[in-house]
């Protein structure tokens, strides 16, 4: 069986753009295990003054001026330099973004190596209902079964590459009792890392309360990447879940450009959302890229948030732009060794609709 997550808001089918760059071999899934180490609640919507801190880098790594997008915000770290924080920082909605938290904290309470797939979680009546719940008002989900057994590894799947929040509902519960106490814990995480413009509501992003900015986010997303399982979670093109059958990770730059992840969002009040990596040759060395763009605008709005990351990386990894990146074109991806090209960029909104031959949807 197939995933099926009905859109909020009316999906366009996306126009396909093919794009001509520099293509560049990304390390394969392994060297995700040497990520960098991270940077270290407020649900104002005024500008934000950003420590100086946060506008440095190390020596020739800062990023031109040039480099942030017209529209939203962004931030982004390069090697082991300084968070960069783009203009306009202010407090907002991040969507699915959210979701870098929760399995970032489910990771950390219950740790996983690579190759483990942890404990089992049986879902229950009560999950199936507040899935049907959650598909009558659009939001993202994938499709469960009363009894169904899900590893902590196949949940994790669910909720990074689907983007499905009846899963973030279901890890929340199963890791700290009960949703409340799970998203007190994201934001009291949020508070230890030095997020202090981050308010969680939800262990989702569909609530458009939980609010942050580019440059908090890039410390909890430097962080997760820490994390060798999420890091190959969210490298990794398609899962295969019990009930839902093959679910397809929303990043559609996954393996092109130099991307090695990580999270998608978008929704009317959020717009499209994209925290990234990406691993370029910068100055004759391969530098690690991570960064987090919110608040782009567009009919697809994904696509926009792929799309200005891919822009920002170009440029601050020296080649111009030759032309605007709605899409890629995926048929000169690079992945790792082994690894099948099965992704296509899809049209969605914070729930939109997969028009794969898989029919459904995702963030």
Known sequence: MTYREPARTTTRRIRRIRVAGLLVAIAGI????????????????????????????????????????????????????????????????????????????????????????GPTITLTDADVADTDRRREQDESVVSIAAGEQLTELQALQALLLPSANNIAAVLARWDAGSADRFVARMNATARSLGMTHTRYTDPSGYDDATMSTAADQVRIVDRAMRLPVFASIVATPSATLPVAGSVLNTNGLLGHNGFVGVKTGSDDAAGGCFAFRAIRWIDGKQTTITGVVLGQPGDDRVAAGLAAADAMVDRIAGHSLRQVRATPDLRQRTLAPGTEPRIRLRARHRTGVDESPHAGSAQ
């Open 30 to 117: 392994a060297a995700l295990g040497h990520q960098l180490l991270a940077s270290s609640s407020s649900t104002a919507t005024s500008p934000i003054d950003v420590p100086r801190s946060e506008h440095r880098a190390a020596l020739g790594e800062a990023p031109p001026s040039t480099a942030w997008p017209a529209d939203g915000q962004a931030a982004v770290r390069i090697g082991q330099s300084q968070i960069q924080a783009g203009p306009n920082q202010h407090a907002a909605p991040i969507a699915s973004v959210a979701k870098v938290m929760t399995a970032y904290l489910v990771l950390r309470d219950q740790p996983l190596r690579l190759g483990q797939h």
